[in-house]
């Protein structure tokens, strides 16, 4: 595989817009619990965005998973080992990271308060994955390889 198809470009830039989304509404949910002020109608929209993004969000990273496993992988060129193989721990590390967030921000809403705890903190680990995978991303800008265009739509896929 030289580049990704373009249902798992596709499938990468929404789960990419909609992390944006759960970022964006994640600080709503809080005051929607507050027990000294009555939750706004904007707070209370925010907290159903940010579960039910979160939900597809869990889905579709099994459907990328269930995808990347069934079209494999080939290194990019001129990457050294080291380079893929921590290429492979970042990206594996996403999928892990992002169905537990799913998964434990389904447990906190709907069934275990505690799990809150869980979930907040899984987020740092994913948000430091996501910057050295933007910043690598950043550096292949630079470098101007061809591994950005490999995640880019084109006509020829
Ligand atoms: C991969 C998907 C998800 C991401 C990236 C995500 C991200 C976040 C972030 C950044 C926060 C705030 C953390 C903080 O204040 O430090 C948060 C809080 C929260 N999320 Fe999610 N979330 C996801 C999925 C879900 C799902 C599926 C649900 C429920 C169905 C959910 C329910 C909650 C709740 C209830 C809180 C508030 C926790 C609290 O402070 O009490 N999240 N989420
Ligand atoms: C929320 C942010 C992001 C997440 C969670 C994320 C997640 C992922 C994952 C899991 C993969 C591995 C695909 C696979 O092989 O199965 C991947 C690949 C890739 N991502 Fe992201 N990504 C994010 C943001 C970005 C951004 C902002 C860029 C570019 C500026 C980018 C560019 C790429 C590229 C070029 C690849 C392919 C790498 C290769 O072919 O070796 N990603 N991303």
């Known amino acids: 595989m030289r580049r990704y198809s373009n249902i798992q470009i596709v499938l990468h ?10 970022w964006w509404t994640a600080a709503a949910i809080p005051r929607t619990h507050s027990p000294l002020l009555p939750p706004t109608a904007s ?18 990273i099994a459907l990328r998973v269930a995808l ?7 290194q990019a060129p001129r990457m050294s080992n080291w380079q893929d193989r921590a290429a492979a721990f970042v990206h594996w590390g996403l ?3 992002l169905a537990a967030q799913a998964l434990t921000g389904f ?10 705890g869980i979930h907040r903190a899984i987020w740092n680990v994913t948000l430091a ?7 690598a991303a950043a550096w292949h800008g630079l470098r101007r390889d061809d591994v950005l265009a490999r ?6 896929s």
């Open 151 to 156: 995640m880019l739509p084109s006509k020829q």
């Open 43 to 60: 707070d209370l929209f925010q907290h159903k965005v940010h579960n039910y993004c979160g939900m597809t969000i869990g889905v579709l």
């Open 95 to 97: 999928y892990a990271a």
């Open 129 to 135: 994955l996501i910057s050295v995978h933007v910043a």
């Open 13 to 22: 830039w929404a789960v990419v817009l909609m992390i944006i989304a759960q």
């Open 68 to 74: 990347r496993l069934a079209r494999g992988f080939r």
């Open 107 to 116: 447990i906190a809403s709907y069934y275990w308060g505690p799990m809150a």
